[in-house]
Nanobody
């Protein structure tokens, strides 16, 4: 069992930056791949970024590539999402999620077993 708690969301102007954190409970955090997803009002949940259990593999949605960076610190049981050059279209609730190693496509929310409660990111233009 893994419990996830996101933090770091807020209101920022377009072009600004935010860093989201996701703290995980449990001793097996390093056994899970982690991902960030987002959902805007009236839209489907969307993949943002994912990172392997070791941090050696990262994957990004085209819409955030070059602007967002996912990282993790297994000693702190925490995964991060650094968001730069934010745009109004990045406004959404951001969720972190954990997936078992080998669970399939990292970009599919169906392959994630545990989810946080979400943190709101609002980018004003």
């Amino acid at each position: 069992q893994v419990q996830l708690v996101e933090s770091g969301g807020g209101l920022v102007q377009a072009g600004g930056s935010l860093r989201l954190s996701c703290a995980a409970s449990g001793r097996t955090f390093s056994s899970y791949g982690m991902g960030w997803f987002r959902q805007a009002p009236g839209k489907e949940r969307e993949f943002v970024a994912a990172i392997s259990w070791s941090g050696g593999i990262t994957v990004y949605a085209d819409s955030v590539k070059g602007r967002f960076t996912i990282s993790r610190d297994n000693a702190k049981n925490t995964v991060y999402l650094q968001m730069n050059s934010l745009k109004s279209e990045d406004t959404a609730v951001y969720y972190c999620a954990a997936r078992r190693i080998g669970a399939g496509d990292r970009s599919s929310w169906l392959n994630y077993d545990y989810w946080g409660q979400g943190t709101q990111v609002t980018v004003s233009s």
